[in-house]
C-alpha cells in the first residue's frame, strides 16, 4: 500500500479578481509535504498574485486555499513559513545584523546570535553585518533577504522570481542553498520564467498561461528542451485564443 504523502499547500478553484480585472481564474492544485514544486509562467500570468494569497497577504476573491490545513489569513502558521518575493520587508536605517536580530526575536529564533551569524557567512554577507541596509547593492538587498527568511528554520518556503537582481555567484550560491533546503525535506514552492533553474531545482511543475492552470506534472525525466516545447506551446495556444 502506497502511504499517502500529506500536502501543505491546497489550493481548489482560487479566483481573484481586483475590480474588473481578474488575476487569477479557478486555480487548483497541491503541494505535498517535501516537496520542490516550481509554478513557471510570465509576468502577469498570476504567479505573484497566487504567492500572495498562499502567504496570507492577500484574500482570494473565492475558492479554498489551506496550508497546514489552515487559512492563511488567520496566519497561526506564520511561524512555519517563509516568503521571499519583491519586497525585501528589511528595514533601510538598520545593518544587517540588526534586522536579522529584529526578525530573530520577532520568531523566537533560539541561539539568536550564533543563528544571525551563521545565516549571514551563508550568505556571503558576514563582512556587511555592520553596514546600514540603505548601502546595499540590489543584490546584496536580496541575499540579506534570503538571509532572513532561513533564519527561523522554518517548513515551507514561498519564493517569488527570487533570482532577480542576483549575479552568477549570488545566483549559484542559492542554488546550493535551495538544494540544502530539498534535502533537508523542507517544502519549496518557487515561481520563476527560469526554464533551466526551475526544472533543475523541482519535482513537480506547474505552468500558468492568462491566470490559469494549463500544465502540471513531474519533473522526474523531464529533458529542458522538452519542457520548452511544451511550454511555449502551451503560451502560444494561449495568445492564440485571446
Partial sequence: MIEQVPAVITAEKLRKEFGRVVALRGVSFQVPASTFFTIFGRNGAGKSTLLSIISGMAAASSGVIRVFGEDPAARTQRHRLSVISHESFLYDNLTALENLEFYGKLYSVQDLKERTHHVLRQVGLHHRRFDLVRTFSRGMLQRLTIARAILHNPDLFLLDEPFTGLDQHATEMLIGLLETLKAQGKTILLTTHDLHIGLRLSDQYMILERQQ??????????????????YFSLISSGEAGQ
Fill in 213 to 230: 492552470v494549463v500544465e502540471t506534472g513531474s519533473a522526474s525525466g523531464l529533458t529542458e528542451d522538452a519542457l520548452r516545447e511544451k
